[in-house]
C-alpha cells in the first residue's frame, strides 16, 4: 500500500475502530460546527452583543420586570403627548379635509401660525447647526428658482432636460471643490443621510461583483449613524472602530487591524458630526490604498466650509480626492452649502462606482426603468433651487462667508478653553465645538444653558454637548452671549456639583446608563410615534 499524506494518516487514526454509524455521526457533527461557527463569523452582531440582547429578552419575559417597564412606558408616553400638546397650544387641529378650500390668505396666516410654534428663537442664533444662514436675498434666489421649478421631474430626461443639466453642473461644481478629476463623477440626492446610503450601496454592490458575500463597512464609532441606517437597509454588517480618547479622532492602527476578506469599504469623517474633529483621512487612505479598499470621505457637514477654508486663511488637513484612497465623498449642499434643505451631492472618483449606485429594472411590464439614487420621481426644484443658490453667491462670498464662521468657531474655542470646568474635545476642526466637564455633571450645564435659550446637542460615549457655529451665529453679540452664558453656567455648576441633575437634559445622561439598549430603542420609538400626535380634546388634562 502506498504511503498516506500526513493529514489523511491522522484523520485515519481518529475513526480507528469506530463503526461505520459513528463515523457517519461525527463527520455530519463536525460540518454542522464549521457551519455554526461560520455563521457567528459572519454574523451583524458580535458573540456578545447578541448573548446580552438574549439575556434582556429573557429578562423583559419575566413577569414583574415587564409590568415594571410597561408601567413606566406608559408614563413615557404621556409625557411625550403632553410636550406635544404643549407645543401645538392654540392652533388649530384639523383632522378632515376642508369641504371647500381655504384662501390662499388663510393658507399663508395658518403656515406662519405652524411656523412660529417651536420653543427656540431661531433666528437669533440660539440654535446650534439647523439653520445655516439667515439671508434674505439667498433666501430669495432660491425660493424663485424653485417656485419656477417646483413641478419639474428630472426623471422624465426628455421633457426637463434643463434640470439635468443644472444637476450635472452642480456635481461638477462640486467635484471641482474636491479636486475631482475628469472621470469624477456623482449625483444630487435629498439628503446627506441618501448620500451615504448612496455610496455604500455602491460598494457593497461593487464587493458583491467581486464575490464577497457578507460585506462589512469599517466606520469610526463617531461616525454619522446615516452609515448604521444604511447598513440596516442594505443588510451591511459594521465594524465599528475606537477613536482615541483625547484627540477624538479614529485609531488608524485599530482601522488597519479591523480590514479584512469582508471589507467593502472603509469611511472617515472630515469633520464628524458630534465631537467636530476630522479623522486621519491622508492615513486612511494609505490604508485604502494598501489593501485596495474604497475609503469614502463624510464631508456631509464640513465639506462646503473645508473646501472654502483654505482660500479663507484657515488651516484644513488635505481630506478630498487629492488623496489616492479617497474613493468617494458626501456632502451637503443643504448645510454649508445653503441651499434649501432637500438637497446634498455624492461623488466618485470613477463612472464604474456611480454604475454600483443605480438600480436596473430590465423586465417591469411599464418598461426598463432605470434610476440613479433612492427616489423614482425627484424634486426637480430642488435641484434647481440649489444650481440657483451656488450660482448667487458664487465663490468670492463662500470664501467669506466660511471666514466669518470659521473666526467665530475659533473664538468660541479659544474662549470656552479659558472656562474654569470645563474643557473642548480634540481640536475642532471647521464649525463644531464639543465641550464636556471632568468637575460637573455637563448636563446639567446644558440645561441651565437651555433655560437661557440656547439649543445645543447633547452628546454621549463620552459625554457632552456641542454648538455647530453657522452664520446665524456670526451676527453680532451671538458668541459673546453664548460665552458668557457658558460661563456663567460652568461656575453655577462648579458651585452645585454632585447635585442630582434635572431638566430634559438630563435625560442623555440617564439614557447613557440604561444597559438593556432595547428600552432606549423603544423608548426612542415613542418619541417619533408622538412627532405625529394630533391632540385630541381632553388632552388639557394629560
Ligand atoms: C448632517 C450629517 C449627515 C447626514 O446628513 P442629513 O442631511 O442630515 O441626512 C451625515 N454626516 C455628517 C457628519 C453630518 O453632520
Request: glycine letters at 8%; aromatic letters at 10%.
Amino acid at each position: 500500500m502506498s504511503e498516506r499524506p500526513q493529514p489523511l494518516k491522522a484523520i485515519n487514526r481518529l475513526f480507528e475502530g469506530k463503526e461505520p454509524w459513528q463515523i457517519v455521526t461525527m463527520t455530519a457533527s463536525s460540518v454542522l460546527a464549521i457551519v455554526w461557527a461560520h455563521s457567528l463569523y459572519n454574523a451583524k452582531d458580535s458573540v456578545t452583543t447578541r448573548m446580552r440582547r438574549e439575556f434582556f429578552r429573557w429578562l423583559r419575559q419575566v413577569p414583574l420586570v415587564r409590568r415594571k417597564i410597561e408601567e413606566k412606558m406608559t408614563d413615557i408616553k404621556q409625557g411625550f403627548k403632553k410636550d406635544v400638546v404643549k407645543r401645538l397650544a392654540g392652533v388649530n387641529i384639523r383632522r378632515e379635509l376642508p369641504e371647500n378650500g381655504l384662501t390662499a390668505e388663510q393658507i399663508r396666516e395658518e403656515v406662519m401660525d405652524h411656523l412660529h410654534l417651536g420653543a427656540y428663537d431661531w433666528k437669533s442664533g440660539n440654535v446650534s447647526g439647523a439653520i445655516y444662514h439667515l439671508n434674505d436675498e439667498i433666501v430669495k434666489v432660491a425660493c424663485e428658482a424653485y417656485s419656477q421649478t417646483a413641478y419639474t421631474n428630472p426623471l422624465h430626461a426628455d421633457v426637463f432636460p434643463g434640470i439635468n443639466k443644472m444637476e450635472s453642473e452642480v456635481v461638477r461644481m462640486a467635484v471641482n471643490l474636491f479636486h475631482g478629476d475628469a472621470q469624477c463623477c456623482g449625483t444630487i440626492t435629498t439628503g446627506g443621510t441618501e448620500s451615504i446610503i448612496m455610496a455604500c450601496k455602491a460598494f457593497r454592490d461593487l464587493a458583491y461583483s467581486k464575490g464577497i458575500s457578507n460585506p462589512q463597512i469599517v466606520v469610526p464609532t463617531t461616525v454619522h449613524c446615516a452609515f448604521d441606517k444604511a447598513a440596516q437597509y442594505l443588510g451591511l454588517s459594521v465594524k465599528s472602530v475606537r477613536v482615541d480618547p483625547d484627540t477624538l479622532e479614529v485609531d488608524v492602527d485599530a482601522v488597519r487591524r479591523a480590514v479584512g476578506r469582508r471589507t467593502c469599504l472603509i469611511v472617515g469623517s472630515a469633520p464628524n458630526f458630534p465631537y467636530g474633529t476630522m479623522d486621519n483621512i491622508a492615513a486612511l487612505s494609505d490604508i485604502a490604498i494598501e489593501y485596495d479598499v474604497p475609503l469614502h470621505v463624510d464631508a456631509c457637514l464640513g465639506g462646503f466650509l473645508a473646501a472654502f477654508m483654505t482660500q479663507a486663511g484657515h488651516q484644513v488637513p488635505v481630506f478630498d480626492f487629492r488623496l489616492p484612497g479617497v474613493a468617494s465623498i458626501s456632502a451637503d449642499t443643504h448645510k454649508y452649502g445653503y441651499a434649501p434643505k432637500g438637497t446634498s451631492v455624492i461623488l466618485y472618483r470613477k463612472p464604474e462606482y456611480r454604475h454600483h449606485q443605480y438600480t436596473v429594472t430590465t423586465e417591469w411590464p411599464g418598461g426598463v426603468y432605470g434610476s440613479p439614487t433612492v427616489n423614482g420621481s425627484r424634486a426637480g426644484g430642488l435641484i434647481a433651487a440649489c444650481w440657483a443658490t451656488m450660482m448667487f453667491v458664487g465663490r468670492d462670498r463662500y470664501v467669506r462667508m466660511t471666514d466669518e464662521i470659521v473666526r467665530t468657531a475659533r473664538y468660541v474655542e479659544d474662549e470656552l478653553r479659558k472656562i474654569d470646568g470645563i474643557f473642548v474635545f480634540g481640536k475642532p476642526a471647521t464649525s463644531v465645538i464639543a465641550f464636556g466637564s471632568k468637575k460637573f455633571d455637563i448636563f446639567q450645564m446644558a440645561d441651565l444653558l437651555h433655560k437661557k435659550g440656547w439649543s445645543l446637542n447633547a452628546l454621549q460615549f463620552p459625554s457632552g454637548v456641542h454648538i455647530c457655529i453657522t452664520h446665524a451665529h456670526t451676527q453680532a453679540g451671538v458668541a459673546e452671549r453664548f460665552v458668557s452664558d457658558v460661563s456663567a453656567a460652568a461656575a453655577h455648576c462648579g458651585r452645585h456639583a454632585g447635585e442630582p441633575v434635572h431638566g430634559k437634559m438630563a435625560i442623555y445622561g440617564v439614557a447613557q446608563e440604561i444597559p438593556d439598549r432595547s428600552l432606549v430603542s423603544d423608548i426612542t420609538k415613542h418619541f417619533i410615534d408622538s412627532m405625529y400626535y394630533l391632540p385630541e380634546p381632553g388632552d388639557e388634562n394629560l
